[in-house]
């Protein structure tokens, strides 16, 4: 009898982050997003969140014990290639992971500093910004805020001053995404070592999107997962994200859905 071809194994990225119901952001959007680009996406599912198209009514945080369980049983079984990590929520979910990467110091992390829903609702507990400064930054290799969340974590007047402190604060590449200013033109930017490595221009587009950064911050890390060097993961997930946003959907009455099929 003939044997089925063994299939080929795809690179695996963790994703720890918040489960979003109407899958536009959070953990349903790295799922989309590394599906889509090819990597298998597990999960540790940091909160619960209530949400539609339009906003945040409220979440409630996982036990921050089972939520390292949920990922420490992956990483002993499953050769996980990046660490993704989006919506954390309170200072002690910081510290916790903060511990668990301790454990796994060879695996690239990729980090959404999530600080609030698009919509406006806050995601961030008291002492979570001065958690991630201290016990988190040091530990990653990419961090990816937009404008507001690089102003909040550094307390930087300007967005590139924000950038050169996330780098001194321990983040190796800063990636600040350029979708909350205003003009035609978005201007997403690279740094490393405090310096200006790459600009990429990209034609602001005319919605409100649902999971923009999480779709962006995970197509980084799916690009890492199949060994792509940094540079070349930014700029591939940058060129995915801006094409998911223009090809994206209404579904409910709010923000538009990155379209990652
Ligand atoms: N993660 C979760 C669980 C969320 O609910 C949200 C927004 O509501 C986000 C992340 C951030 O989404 P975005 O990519 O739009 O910043």
Same mark, same amino acid.
């Given at each position: 009898?003939?044997?089925?071809?063994?299939?080929?194994?795809?690179?695996?990225? !963790?994703?720890?982050?918040?489960?979003?119901?109407?899958?536009?952001?959070?953990?349903?959007?790295?799922?989309?997003?590394?599906?889509?680009?090819?990597?298998?996406?597990?999960?540790?599912?940091?909160? /619960?969140?209530?949400?539609?198209?339009?906003?945040?009514?409220?979440?409630?945080?996982?036990?921050?014990?089972?939520?390292?369980?949920?990922?420490?049983?992956?990483?002993?079984?499953?050769?996980?290639?990046?660490?993704?990590?989006?919506?954390?929520?309170?200072?002690?979910?910081?510290?916790?992971?903060?511990? /668990?990467?301790?454990?796994?110091?060879?695996?690239?992390?990729?980090?959404?500093?999530?600080?609030?829903?698009?919509?406006?609702?806050?995601?961030?507990?008291?002492?979570?910004?001065?958690?991630?400064?201290?016990?988190?930054?040091?530990?990653?290799?990419?961090?990816?805020?937009?404008?507001?969340?690089?102003?909040?974590?550094?307390?930087?007047?300007?967005?590139?001053?924000?950038?050169? /402190?996330?780098?001194?604060?321990?983040?190796?590449?800063?990636?600040?995404?350029?979708?909350?200013?205003?003009? *035609?033109? /978005?201007?997403?930017?690279?740094?490393?070592?405090?310096?200006?490595?790459?600009?990429?221009?990209?034609?602001?587009?005319?919605?409100?999107?649902?999971?923009?950064?999480?779709? !962006?911050?995970?197509?980084?890390?799916?690009?890492?997962?199949?060994?792509?060097?940094?540079?070349?993961?930014?700029?591939?997930?940058?060129?995915?994200?801006?094409?998911?946003?223009?090809?994206?959907? *209404?579904?409910?009455?709010?923000?538009?859905? *990155?379209?990652?099929?």
């Amino acid at each position: 009898m003939l044997m089925p071809e063994r299939a080929e194994i795809p690179p695996v990225v !963790l994703s720890i982050a918040g489960s979003d119901p109407s899958a536009g952001a959070g953990i349903q959007a790295d799922l989309l997003t590394c599906a889509r680009l090819g990597v298998h996406a597990c999960t540790a599912i940091t909160a /619960l969140t209530i949400q539609d198209s339009v906003n945040v009514q409220r979440f409630s945080l996982v036990n921050p014990a089972e939520c390292l369980q949920q990922a420490r049983v992956i990483l002993d079984d499953i050769p996980v290639r990046v660490i993704k990590i989006g919506m954390l929520g309170s200072a002690e979910m910081v510290r916790a992971l903060a511990g /668990l990467l301790d454990a796994y110091p060879q695996i690239p992390v990729v980090l959404d500093p999530i600080l609030a829903a698009g919509g406006g609702t806050s995601l961030a507990g008291s002492g979570l910004l001065e958690a991630m400064r201290s016990e988190l930054l040091p530990k990653v290799s990419i961090i990816t805020p937009n404008g507001p969340e690089a102003l909040a974590l550094t307390g930087a007047e300007d967005v590139r001053a924000a950038a050169v /402190l996330l780098n001194a604060q321990g983040a190796q590449w800063v990636l600040l995404s350029g979708g909350h200013g205003e003009g *035609p033109k /978005l201007e997403n930017l690279v740094f490393q070592g405090g310096i200006l490595r790459q600009t990429v221009i990209q034609e602001r587009l005319p919605h409100q999107y649902h999971g923009s950064g999480c779709t !962006l911050a995970s197509a980084v890390a799916a690009g890492l997962a199949k060994g792509q060097a940094v540079m070349q993961a930014i700029e591939a997930a940058l060129a995915f994200t801006h094409d998911a946003l223009l090809h994206a959907y *209404p579904l409910g009455s709010g923000q538009f859905f *990155p379209n990652r099929f």
